[in-house]
């Protein structure tokens, strides 16, 4: 059974830093892709940061420069360091986890943790 559980959300003050967690089970984690999206309120979810099993990244330019996706291939966990936020990265963040396999697509969603940017 598949798995991918998100932590470290939380309130923040514009200008200050979380740090978010995402442990996968289930999964051939070494092949997989992983990222985090985000859906703020009446927003359609978007691409925040993914990881590539060859260790490529990709971020969305409103992120690039403050936020940095990293994996840990031997606990299977991703993390998204958020840096300098502001009151519009308030949103709920999904952890997410694709892979091919025997020709397959795979795509899986954790439950989300909210991020909450305000003074």
């Known amino acids: 059974q598949v798995q991918l559980v998100e932590s470290g959300g939380g309130l923040v003050q514009p200008g200050g830093s979380l740090r978010l967690s995402c442990a996968a089970s289930?999964?051939?984690?070494?092949?997989?892709?992983m990222g985090w999206y985000r859906q703020a309120p009446g927003k359609q979810r978007e691409l925040v940061a993914t990881?590539?099993?060859?260790?490529?990244?990709n971020y969305a330019d409103s992120v690039k420069g403050r936020f940095t996706i990293s994996r840990d291939n031997g606990n299977n966990r991703v993390y998204l360091q958020m840096d300098s936020l502001k009151p519009e990265d308030t949103a709920v963040y999904y952890c997410?986890?694709?892979?091919?396999?025997?020709?397959?697509?795979?795509?899986?969603w954790g439950q989300g943790t909210q991020v909450t940017v305000s003074s």
């Open positions: 990881s590539a099993s060859g260790g490529s990244t």
């Open positions: 289930g999964i051939p984690f070494s092949i997989t892709t």
């Open positions: 997410n986890a694709k892979y091919k396999a025997f020709i397959r697509n795979h795509d899986y």
